[in-house]
């Protein structure tokens, strides 16, 4: 029988996944759900390390935040900054003006952008986590 794995590295193992999620969504152009995903991915990575790094709880949605609790800034702060905003804005009609429907606001550019972001997180977490 093997050994549980550690809750960081199902986090980790996860953010990985959703990230292959976000790529065919931009593939089958569902973009404001490649926007959504991204934002998830950094979520869950950054949460993976936290885990690593000893929390027991990270409560909050938002990577930025997760990032300042794990006092990381510079380029990772800002595209926290920016996946922050696709969270409920990429889902939800209200939250864009004049009633616009999420998938018909986002772009490729903006999807495309998005998940070269939330690699740059999953491949800052992977250097600091090293090899597995």
């Known amino acids: 029988m093997s050994a549980p794995r550690a809750r960081h590295d199902a986090w980790f193992l996860q953010a990985e996944d959703d990230l292959r999620w976000g790529r065919d969504s931009l593939a089958a ?41 794990l006092d990381i800034d ?7 900054t920016t996946l922050d905003l696709y969270y409920i804005s990429a889902r939800y009609p209200d939250a864009l003006p004049d009633g616009v429907a ?29 090899p597995r």
């Not at 997180?121 to 090293?130: A, C, H, L, P, T």
């Open 74 to 80: 510079g380029e990772i702060l800002q595209v926290a």
């Open 29 to 69: 152009r569902h973009f404001a759900q490649a926007c959504f995903i991204a934002q998830h991915v950094g979520e869950k990575a950054l949460k993976a390390l936290a885990f690593q790094r000893g929390f027991d709880v990270v409560k909050s949605h938002s990577i930025a935040r997760i990032a300042g609790e």
């Open 102 to 130: 999420p998938f018909e606001h986002f772009t490729e550019r903006m999807a495309a952008e998005a998940l070269r972001f939330a690699e740059r997180i999953v491949e800052r977490v992977r250097s600091e986590r090293g």
